[in-house]
């Protein structure tokens, strides 16, 4: 579907940008199985997930976690403490919106499996 679009490999799985401006993007983020994104939170900005089918794992505040239901909601705002776990067996992908700074370095990681924390 987004073949055309420029993927960006992750530790974790790939991202897929299909629009940004300023102050707001939205990509698809697909997480292989046993696979998932580092605990971090964002000082700058709010995070919107929608992911495609059940079965990922939202971690809020490093202890709550949610099964994530199929194209439900779900709203992080800045300084939200969060990771995405796929415990599948198959990969998954769900639809991320950032508003706010767009700045890589707005992502400040408390741990990570991939050694990405500084």
């Known amino acids: ?3 055309d679009l420029p993927k960006v490999d992750k ?7 299909i629009f940004r401006d300023s102050n707001y993007w ?3 983020l697909t997480i292989y199985p046993g696979e998932s994104l580092s ?4 000082e700058n900005r709010d ?10 794992i939202l971690t809020v505040n490093g ?8 194209w439900f909601q779900y709203s992080l705002p800045a ?4 990771r995405i776990t796929n415990p599948q067996k198959h990969s998954i992908s769900v639809v991320e919106v950032a508003v706010g700074s767009l700045e890589t370095n707005d992502i400040i990681r408390i741990h990570d499996k991939y050694r990405r924390c500084e």
């Open 79 to 82: 300084n939200v403490i969060h």
């Open 63 to 70: 202890a709550t976690n949610i099964k994530m239901k199929p």
């Open 47 to 56: 995070e919107y997930l929608k992911p495609y089918e059940g079965g990922l």
């Open 26 to 28: 939205t990509k698809i």
């Open 11 to 17: 530790p974790w799985g790939y991202e897929i940008t």
């Open 1 to 3: 579907m987004w073949t």
């Open 39 to 42: 605990l971090h939170y964002h």
